[in-house]
């Protein structure tokens, strides 16, 4: 129950700001101005003070309160800087109401007021030591970062006791040190992002053992410190500046925090580390105009002098990490284009996600440019450095308009729409000229089939990140000489990374999607003249084709042109089909007896015999596996229909194909 205005009026407590200015020493005055018969034998006693306007016409003894012992009135009280040997005269008398200075509690409850050494009866608040110990007392370890009562919290406070207790283990560790003592090796927390258990991160093990090798070698206690501290303040460092970034301090303990590191006193050989915690807050202006797009160097004048947006490494990856995980792409983007840093590696590692950032923000013509010319004249291309997974992930993307779920190119996961994909005339030309820009990426047949795959599906894909095939039709043969009549200027030109322009006339909105897959079986013809020697395989970018045989027809007539690029070719695919037979029969029962019937009938009645050994092989497989091929009776059907053994196909193609059917026929 709330009460009456009249009993609020009956008594007023005045506390003094400063505690100095109480004229009785005490800090609680009570004033009560309803005491009649008081007030009336008081009249005369009135104190007027004229500088504040105040006037006092009643004063009485006031209730006693809780209070600090040097402020009781009840008992006296002697001050000295920093006596705490024994209590001095009556200071450990006290009241019900005396709090210790030091604890902040009764002092009936204080198990130090009168312990020699101690002594927090002594203590009071004029006193520069008294207020350490209390500070001490109040925020513990954390005193020394001159932080206010006020910006202690429970997670403070508690990382203030893991502070004091590893403080207090390295002591002990640290004398063991100095005294000689053999240290065992030991399997120590992992402070790298993402923590690993204890013993499995590469990079902790490393330099652990680093440290614990120059110990071996007995340089002595300051060489091996020499050694040791730097290691440990760059980790140490690598960690604050990351959290810095990520964590959303305050800016008063911010700035309390970088402070406080400044002031620790290091060896001449680490002062390098004075200043690295000297992060730029996510509010400053040259950082944010980067972030919005209005600058896109990273630099600025200010009172004459070039300023740019330098930060070391640790930093930039804790500023990728934020921006990515509010889906900011585009600030990354600009961030990584202006940021410089003196690990060049490590920075131009970063910005080789460039071009994947801005796919997830729907920008792929961007991307694809990005994948082919550096951010700076310094450095190379992204696509020198690019994987074949990469490569794929990529035509996938700019194909279909999707990118993975994930925060990296790497990660598995559902595939989301982002935007528009690109046109087929630009994918064809960004995807060969990364080919032309990584020999490692040309020479690869895994690349190769990649293109085919991606250049035979529709611009539909699967959450699952799976592509839908299409089956072209076969264009005819006057279009087919056009554009192959036109590629050979055309590839040309790409490997020259001139800007092509694809002619119109060929690569009409009718039929765009055969005449990106002619270029491409050109592109494949030119890479097998030259390269042959270095691929490992054929046989996957035969099987690229899907339903798409007459491209492949097309490839297999140009490669036959050369005796010995015919000889080679065959060989490749032969051996694939003989060490992964498996994976074939596998393969086949998926795509059906269709699919197998066409891939074999393109070989068999091929005019080279030598050709067509890679029909036998394949039919012979199927004949020795019949029990794993429940569909090959379907397949002697195709055979009929197709009327394969009625074709000039040879003595010994013709003796197979009748050999394959007669076995179903007997049956």
Not at 329 to 356: M, Q, S, W
Not at 543 to 559: K, P, S, V
Not at 587 to 601: I, K, S
Request: hydrophobic share 40%; net charge neutral; proline share 5%.
């Amino acid at each position: 129950m709330r009460p009456s205005k009249k009993e609020e009026e009956q008594n007023i407590i005045l506390i003094s700001d400063d505690e100095a200015e109480s004229t009785l020493g005490s800090s609680v005055l009570l004033v009560d101005p309803l005491e009649k018969p008081a007030l009336e034998e008081e009249k005369s006693e009135e104190v007027v003070d004229e500088e504040c306007d105040l006037v006092v016409t009643f004063c009485k003894k006031a209730n006693v309160m809780p209070h600090a012992r040097y402020d009781c009135t009840m008992h006296p009280f002697e001050r000295t800087e920093c006596d705490r040997c024994s209590p001095l005269g009556k200071n450990a008398d006290i009241c019900d109401q005396c709090y210790c200075y030091i604890c902040d509690k009764l002092a009936s409850e204080c198990e130090n007021w009168t312990v020699p050494a101690l002594c927090h009866c002594n203590a009071h608040n004029k006193s520069k030591f008294w207020k350490d110990q209390r500070d001490f007392a109040l925020a513990g370890i954390l005193v020394m970062f001159n932080l206010e009562l006020a910006d202690i919290d429970a997670d403070l406070r508690h990382g203030g006791d893991l502070l004091l207790k590893f403080i207090q283990e390295l002591s002990v560790e640290y004398n063991k040190y100095l005294a000689g003592e053999e240290m065992l090796h030991t399997q120590h927390e992992c402070f790298c992002l993402p923590k690993l258990p204890p013993g499995q991160c590469d990079v902790c093990r490393s330099r652990s053992m680093e440290v614990v090798y120059k110990n071996w070698q007995n340089l002595g206690h300051t060489a091996s410190l020499k050694i040791a501290v730097p290691c440990l303040l760059q980790r140490i460092t690598t960690r604050l500046q990351r959290m810095l970034v990520l964590c959303d301090f305050p800016k008063s303990l911010h700035e309390k925090f970088v402070n406080f590191f400044q002031s620790i006193s290091l060896p001449c050989h680490c002062f390098g580390f004075s200043n690295s915690l000297n992060v730029m807050p996510w509010d400053h202006v040259l950082l944010t105009t980067v972030l919005k797009g209005q600058n896109v160097t990273g630099q600025r004048t200010l009172r004459g002098r070039k300023v740019f947006l330098w930060e070391p490494l640790p930093v930039i990856e804790a500023r990728m990490e934020k921006l990515v995980d509010k889906k900011n792409y585009k600030e990354v983007v600009r961030y990584l284009r202006a940021v410089k840093c003196n690990d060049t590696k490590g920075l131009r590692h970063l910005r080789d996600k460039i071009p994947f950032y801005l796919c997830k923000s729907g920008d792929f013509l961007d991307a694809a440019h990005s994948l082919l010319f550096p951010v700076n004249s310094l450095a190379c291309c992204t696509a020198c450095r690019l994987t074949p997974f990469e490569y794929e992930v990529y035509l996938k993307m700019f194909r279909t308009g999707s990118v993975p779920g994930g925060k990296d190119i790497l990660d598995p996961g559902l595939w989301i729409a982002a935007g528009p994909p690109l046109k087929d005339g630009v994918l064809i030309k960004q995807a060969l000229k990364l080919l032309y820009c990584n020999m490692s990426l040309y020479r690869n047949p895994k690349c190769w089939s990649t293109l085919i795959m991606i250049l035979g599906s529709s611009n539909f894909l699967e959450k699952s990140g799976h592509l839908l095939p299409m089956s072209l039709k076969e264009p005819p043969l006057d279009f087919q000489k056009g554009v192959l009549a036109a590629s050979c200027g055309l590839l040309k030109e790409l490997k020259a990374k001139i800007n092509v322009s694809l002619p119109p006339s060929i690569f009409s909105p009718q039929l765009h999607h055969e005449a990106c897959l002619i270029l491409a079986v050109q592109a494949i013809q030119q890479m097998v003249f030259c390269d042959l020697p270095y691929l490992t395989s054929f046989l996957e970018i035969a099987l690229a084709f899907g339903n798409n045989f007459w491209a492949l027809r097309l490839l297999l007539d140009h490669l036959s042109y050369e005796e010995n690029v015919l000889h080679g070719t065959v060989n490749l695919i032969l051996r694939d089909l003989h060490c992964q037979k498996a994976t074939m029969l596998k393969l086949w029962q998926n795509l059906g007896p269709q699919y197998v019937g066409e891939f074999l009938c393109l070989f068999l009645t091929c005019r080279h015999q030598k050709m067509q050994s890679i029909g036998l092989f394949s039919l012979n497989i199927i004949a020795e596996n019949l029990h794993m091929c429940p569909w090959a009776k379907h397949l002697c059907n195709f055979f009929h229909n197709a009327g394969l053994r009625h074709l000039p196909l040879g003595t010994a193609a013709h003796h197979e194909v009748s050999k394959f059917i007669n076995i179903f026929e007997n049956l």
